[in-house]
């Protein structure tokens, strides 16, 4: 199991092999750092915006508020904000082993929070063939999300293994001899790997695998919904001893308890051949973009946002609590008042006692009392845990007509509906511009205005190739479209200047997938079935 970038030596050897070495992109920015120590609250405090042009409370506290200052940025200084993390990724169509259903996928990230709290995965797992990608939404900082983007996949690639390779693994490891690698990852630059953590990550993930070779039988052919449940919630469990075991060493001690104390949701999809896997814990989500017959699109969710307004998730964590705590469980829409989504990793202030707490916080190091979020309890905090990272399953058998999935962060949803999202890409990957009637909601414009608009949208759509990227393309709409749903150069160049202070009062993180399939690929592998 490697940590870092395939262009530097690894430190651990035995873990370097169960890793393939890393695509690479060309961009770079100083958007996306390692994790540094802030004192910031959890973004999921703040309330969400309640309408696009409204900015969001500040997830900090600020001594003082700054003037609304931004500047025009020309169209090149744009898309040099834009595109500095994007990445794509072409899947051989053969590869020497069987046609693959996913012809690529693009992403992006842009980041409102200083460093940004996303991270995102993407990988395929050399014993399946399957591919991964994932979305972690960080809250309270970034290391929990950092330490998913790193971890995650390889607890539900081992999870996927039979009984048979689990075997093999282990017996390579007690002979020191090579291992054969799990996963090939794509990875962005940026998309870093730590390296001080690698050899405790080992350590976790090879206990996992030896209590499934004991719980398993040779011939056991793993199913793939509850492979993805137990790698979520083994890792979880994991992140949580981590921080209460500690470690000799005083960064990895602090590290284990940052990523604890800190919180991230994560939204993961499996695909191998004509079969989708969602996995879902919080509020990030999977849109399949569907090609109707007469060409336009159509979006179809494949995963439920864990939030207050999910009467089903309401219902079961007031299940999960005695009657006493049926007003405080659940207020302002906020568990306990207090945090967004409903499941995630990490965010151990709402699984642990008070005890625990308390005795981890006082033998932890000094710099981890410098963070308040790690010092309050939560209000009305009687019989926890309050908070779970079993994931949501979602299965799709794949059509001809499922063209592309997006996996967002819900800083994407927050900007744009699910069918505006379908179409965008859809008319961005086929090139075809559906012309809808130009409405106003409402606005009372004057003719030389709705021609002014009009002639926008001609020159939009005469430029809508200027990005390489799908992920960038629906991200540059997301942050830059006006009340009338046109990019607006003005307003998208207002969005992106503003001072790092301010990103956070007008938008989220905003991290996007998108992976297009090959419709003759899928149908395929349907008549195969």
Request: charged letters at 20%; a negative charge; hydrophobic letters at 35%.
């Amino acid at each position: 199991m490697s940590f870092c970038n395939s262009s530097a030596p690894c430190v651990m050897p035995v873990m370097s092999q169960l890793f393939r070495g890393s695509s690479r992109a060309k961009a770079l920015s100083s958007s996306l750092l390692p994790c540094q120590q802030r004192g910031s609250c959890p973004r999921r405090v703040a309330s969400r915006r309640p309408g696009h042009a409204s900015p969001t409370p500040p997830s900090r506290s600020y001594g003082t508020t700054s003037a609304l200052l931004s500047y025009i940025l020309t169209p090149p200084q744009v898309n040099s904000i834009l595109k500095a993390n994007e990445y794509s990724f072409k899947v051989p169509e053969f590869d020497g082993k069987n046609l693959s259903s996913v012809m690529g996928f693009d992403s992006n990230q842009l980041p409102a929070n200083a460093p940004i709290e996303d991270r995102r995965s993407a990988a395929t797992c050399l014993q399946t063939r399957g591919t991964l990608l994932g979305v972690f939404d960080g809250h309270a900082g970034c290391a929990c999300a950092q330490a998913l983007s790193e971890r995650l996949f390889y607890y539900i690639a081992v999870s996927l293994l039979p009984h048979d390779t689990l075997c093999e693994l282990e017996a390579a490891v007690e002979a020191g001899r090579a291992l054969s690698p799990v996963l090939q990852w794509q990875k962005h630059p940026n998309d870093y790997f730590s390296r001080e953590a690698q050899t405790l990550y080992f350590n976790s993930l090879r206990t996992y695998w030896q209590e499934l070779i004991d719980l398993t039988n040779p011939g056991d052919v793993p199913d793939t919904s509850e492979a993805l449940t137990n790698a979520f919630k083994r890792l979880d469990n994991d992140i949580s001893l981590e921080a209460q075991v500690g470690d000799p060493n005083a960064f990895l001690h602090y590290w284990v308890l940052r990523v604890a104390f800190s919180g991230a949701t994560a939204c993961v999809a499996h695909i191998d051949g004509a079969d989708l896997y969602i996995a879902n814990a919080g509020d990030a989500r999977a849109v399949l973009g569907v090609q109707e017959e007469d060409g336009s699109f159509t979006a179809h969710t494949l995963s439920n946002d864990h939030c207050a307004q999910n009467e089903d998730e309401v219902a079961r964590i007031r299940g999960e609590h005695p009657p006493s705590e049926r007003k405080t469980v659940i207020r302002q829409d906020r568990l306990l008042g207090l945090l967004m989504p409903f499941r995630a990793f990490g965010d151990v202030k709402f699984k642990w006692s008070i005890e625990l707490q308390k005795r981890v916080l006082e033998s932890g190091p000094d710099q981890l009392h410098e963070n308040e979020h790690t010092k309050f309890i939560p209000p009305n905090y009687h019989t926890p845990p309050y908070l779970t990272a079993e994931p949501e399953i979602t299965y799709h058998r794949l059509r001809p007509q499922d063209r592309f999935l997006v996996i967002g962060s819900d800083g994407l949803w927050e900007t744009l509906h699910r069918q505006e999202v379908v179409r965008i890409v859809g008319e961005y990957l086929t090139g075809v511009h559906r012309r809808q009637p130009l409405t106003v909601g409402g606005f009372r414009v004057t003719l030389g205005q709705m021609q002014g608009l009009l002639e926008e949208r001609k020159a939009r759509a005469s430029s809508a190739f200027e990005d390489q990227n799908a992920a960038t393309h629906l991200m540059r709409h997301a942050v830059g479209n006006n009340e009338f749903g046109t990019v607006d150069h003005e307003r998208l160049s207002k969005m992106l200047s503003l001072p790092e202070e301010l990103a956070r009062m007008y938008r989220d993180d905003i991290t996007i997938i998108v992976s297009q399939f090959n419709p003759h690929v899928v149908g395929a592998r349907r008549q195969e079935a």
